[in-house]
């Protein structure tokens, strides 16, 4: 079955790409059946991050029809096992991505056959990036352990639970009441015990179905850049506090240090773990790597999002 | 967000029910530098309102589980409900037939607490009688007997999980906020086995009353 894995995380810079290109190197190198697809629409480098020459484009040509199977637009990299699906060609305004053309491409990821399928996402919490993390059962947000990264991750999980909440109410049969309340457009402000409130007030019944759905989701999560001098507990103490205050299930996979080489080779576009197999971030990568491979498959997600 | 108000004492304090004074004090620091202001896990994760709710909360947890004679009423409540057992507490030597072992324990200390809560079953008696044979029960009657008996809202809520603020609005007679009928019904019965008091009884005086507070 394959696993999906939708690569996020509110704020700028903090190693989406980088995390999203050695994840998947190792997990090819340890025999998986492997593909990246950059859907940081309208801020794609992925490309860069792989070494790819991206001379055709990928997502584009499945849009404008000129490939039919997104499938046929993967192109293989220097790691053998590993694919890749570039949006580095596609238009300018492409950011402002249609929404029968984000339906389009999700419909086409979930029915992709790989092993693992990574995607690596943008910045923010734009409905796009929202509905690409929700492509899955399951997603990894990257943070860095400072106060505003963090802010960015706490917004960008509330932003994907809220989000999903909304599917799930539109999606199945709870009454009008409760349909009203939620999906009220112009009206982002609700938040989720509202929702969980109003379930129980108009349609309690559908109570524990909204609690078990919310639950099926499972956010896993990598801290990056982590430097040696600060307190090893957070993320620990992170994936404790969100189980308890979020019905969905969390869980750390762990730290990656920092290492200015890494930067050295994003600009000699070499593939990091490749060129430092040894580093401490490499081995914390694969340790993580590890962690995904041996953790229990989700269950896709079924039923389209509207 | 998750409501804290639904995990129990323990839960909220993350230690198993038989735990030392140590391991308790030591779990309110812990839980202290998770929910404070200047925490960097809980950077900006909460309202203010939210943090202060949650940290008046994991104090409540700290000040009943540290003192013993609260943390046995607390226990008896949880073991009441099974959501501990009594090889996990520390009062399991009270329930069970003495044994040997429970030598340690004065004889004053235990004639103490079972006078102590002597008195109190009788004045709870006398206030729940005395509602129960009113033919009206308001949401007042509810609170003043839960109040009586000891009884935290959070603590209702852990054990029957009905939503604190659904709690709230039937204590406050919030008419507009109540469920349906045939919800509040089975809210009451819960809320009723948890005073120990009669379950009809409390829902039709309580349901008559809001009744005629409608026509009004
Ligand atoms: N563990 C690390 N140690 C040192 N530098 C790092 C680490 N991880 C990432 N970087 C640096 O941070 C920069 C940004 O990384 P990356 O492009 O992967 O972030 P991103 O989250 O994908 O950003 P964007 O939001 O722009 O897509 C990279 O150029 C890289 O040099
Ligand atoms: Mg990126």
Redesign the pocket.
């Known amino acids: 079955m394959t696993q999906i894995y939708p690569i996020g995380?509110g704020?700028?810079?903090?190693?989406?790409?980088?995390?999203?290109?050695s994840l998947g190197a190792l997990l090819a190198k340890s025999g998986k059946k492997v593909l990246l697809i950059d859907l940081?629409l309208g801020?794609s480098?992925l490309h860069t991050?792989l070494g790819v020459n991206d001379q055709q484009g990928g997502i584009n040509r499945f849009l404008d029809k000129t490939v039919k199977n997104l499938e046929n637009t993967a192109v293989s990299t220097a790691i053998q096992n590993l694919f890749f699906i570039s949006s580095s060609l596609c238009s300018m305004e492409i950011a402002n991505l249609l929404h029968a053309h984000k339906l389009k491409i999700i419909t086409a990821i979930q029915k992709l056959s790989f092993d693992y399928i990574l995607l690596?996402l943008?910045?923010g919490t734009n409905f796009n990036t929202l509905d690409f993390f929700l492509t899955s059962n399951q997603g990894i947000f990257?943070c860095t352990p400072e106060p505003t990264a963090i802010e960015n991750s706490f917004r960008f999980i509330k932003a994907v639970y809220l989000r999903k909440l909304k599917h799930i109410v539109k999606r199945h049969s709870f009454n009008s009441a409760v349909k009203e309340a939620i999906i009220r457009p112009n009206h982002e402000a609700i938040t989720s015990p509202d929702i969980i409130e109003t379930v129980l007030k108009h349609d309690p019944d559908r109570e524990n179905f909204l609690r078990s759905s919310l639950s099926e989701f499972k956010f896993k999560f990598i801290l990056?850049?982590?430097r040696k001098n600060l307190d090893a507990t957070i993320g620990d103490k992170i994936e404790d506090l969100c189980n308890r205050h979020f019905y969905s299930n969390f869980q750390f996979l762990g730290t990656?240090?920092?290492?200015?080489?890494?930067?050295?080779?994003?600009?000699s576009k070499k593939v990091f773990i490749h060129k430092y197999p040894y580093a401490p971030?490499a081995i914390d990568i694969k340790k993580i790597t590890e962690k995904i491979i041996n953790s229990r498959p989700s269950i896709p997600v079924t039923g389209k999002i509207s | 967000m998750k409501n804290i108000e639904e995990l129990n004492y323990y839960e909220i304090l993350k230690i198993p029910a038989n735990s030392s004074s140590f391991e308790i004090k030591r779990a309110y620091q812990d839980a202290l530098s998770i929910y404070n202001q200047d925490s960097l896990v809980t950077y900006s994760l909460f309202s203010n309102e939210e943090r202060d709710n949650i940290l008046k909360t994991v104090k409540e947890a700290y000040s009943t589980l540290i003192d013993i004679n609260k943390k046995a009423a607390y226990d008896t409540i949880l073991l009441d409900s099974g959501q501990i057992e009594v090889s996990m507490t520390s009062i399991q030597n009270q329930r069970k037939p003495p044994h040997a072992h429970t030598c340690n324990m004065t004889d004053s200390d235990n004639f103490d607490e079972r006078a102590r809560k002597k008195s109190r079953k009788k004045k709870i008696e006398t206030l729940s009688n005395q509602v129960l044979s009113k033919d009206l029960i308001s949401g007042d009657d509810l609170k003043k007997m839960r109040k009586a008996a000891g009884i935290e809202l959070s603590e209702i809520n852990a054990l029957t999980k009905i939503s604190a603020s659904v709690l709230r609005s039937m204590e406050e007679n919030r008419i507009e906020s109540l469920p349906p009928n045939l919800y509040l019904k089975n809210f009451l019965r819960h809320y009723a086995k948890m005073l120990q008091i009669d379950p009809q009884k409390v829902i039709d005086g309580y349901l008559k009353n809001i009744s005629l507070a409608q026509k009004k």
């Open positions: 995380g704020k700028g810079g903090v190693g989406k790409s980088f995390i999203t290109a940081d801020g480098n991050l690596d943008g910045t990257i990056n850049q982590f990656v240090g920092y290492d200015v080489r890494i930067h050295d080779s994003v600009l971030p």
